[in-house]
């Protein structure tokens, strides 16, 4: 059967937040074998941002951490750390999904050579990423996360504080792969039209469709670097969304990956003002580079990265999209 509400409880840790900071933490989704980039990425993230303002870090992980990963990336960051395990039923493929039709499903996309196509564990993690990251017991005390992962390489220097009147914050927008959501936008269309409430009235629409939401030009906001709203994710609206989506086993029958659909309930459910373009933090996922560059803020911000290598007008980038709504 589809999936219902979490069992698991909030946890009754204490979390005191000193004057200026904002209720937020940085988060990381990894596992052992990410010991040494995990390292790597948390030490630029102190260097850079986070030695002024000790920030706690939580690592999620569907299997236990290793002392060595504890004590390692314990040892590099300068605010309080925490593992946690994340629940079975948030990240395994639930039992009422027909395996036979997934298994086709992926050995189609394989076929096509389409990335991650045959993963399962890839679609697990879209899945969490989607539905059940914001409910792990030990973010219930958090209002705001700050998403990075094991392999990014973040210049940063920006407050999380500066996201506080925004649900989303992202650095690089870019279109998706068509073949691994080609039901997607339907269902959105359908979940929408049983629920019109939910639609806010000076959304982002025309980020994401071209023909007033006839169909969705894949422009979404890459989800590896995020600052956003738990509270955004655990409101009425997107768990409607999420349990409609999911509902429809897309996750595993297709590939939908947790960038556009939070992108799309973003843009959706948000005033367009509650979305915000960090044009000021430097940032890298390979092979993408976002790099300040204007008005001095790539100086101002002692940027290591190189501006002329900025994807935000590439071809495959989506901010002429974005910035036609602006």
């Known amino acids: 059967m589809p999936w219902k509400n979490s069992q698991y409880k909030p946890n009754t840790v204490d979390v005191t937040i000193p004057p200026g900071r904002a209720n937020a933490t940085i988060l990381m989704l990894c596992r052992n074998s990410d010991t040494d980039n995990a390292v790597r990425s948390i030490r630029e993230l102190e260097d850079k941002f986070n030695r002024k303002y000790h920030y706690p870090i939580v690592f999620l992980n569907e299997e236990e951490f290793s002392e060595d990963f504890k004590k ?173 989506l999911d509902a429809t086993g897309g996750f595993y029958y297709e590939r939908w990956g947790d960038a556009p659909v939070h992108s799309i309930a973003a843009a959706l459910f948000a005033n367009k003002t509650q979305i915000h373009f960090f044009d000021d933090i430097g940032y890298e996922h390979n092979p993408y580079t976002h790099c300040p560059k204007g008005n001095g803020k790539w100086a101002k911000g002692k940027c290591s990265c190189n501006p002329e290598r900025s994807f935000d007008y590439d071809g495959y980038s989506c901010m002429r999209q974005w910035d036609r709504i602006q």
């Open 72 to 244: 390692r990336v314990t040892n590099v960051a300068s605010g309080n750390v925490q593992f946690g395990l994340i629940p079975h039923d948030h990240w395994f493929q639930p039992d009422w999904i027909d395996e036979a039709r997934a298994t086709a499903s992926r050995n189609k996309m394989v076929q096509d050579n389409i990335i991650y196509g045959g993963s399962v564990s890839y679609r697990n993690m879209c899945r969490f990423n989607s539905g059940f990251f914001y409910r792990h017991p030990l973010l219930q005390n958090y209002k705001w996360y700050w998403r990075v992962e094991p392999w990014n390489n973040p210049g940063l220097y920006a407050q999380l504080t500066t996201t506080i009147n925004h649900y989303l914050g992202f650095t690089i927008t870019m279109y998706e792969y068509h073949a691994t959501i080609p039901t997607l936008w339907d269902t959105v269309k359908q979940f929408t039209k049983d629920h019109p409430e939910y639609v806010a009235p000076h959304n982002a629409m025309h980020y994401m469709s071209d023909n007033g939401g006839d169909s969705y030009n894949l422009c979404h906001f890459w989800s590896n670097f995020e600052i956003a709203s738990m509270d955004f994710w655990r409101g009425e609206a997107y768990t409607k969304y999420f349990e409609y």
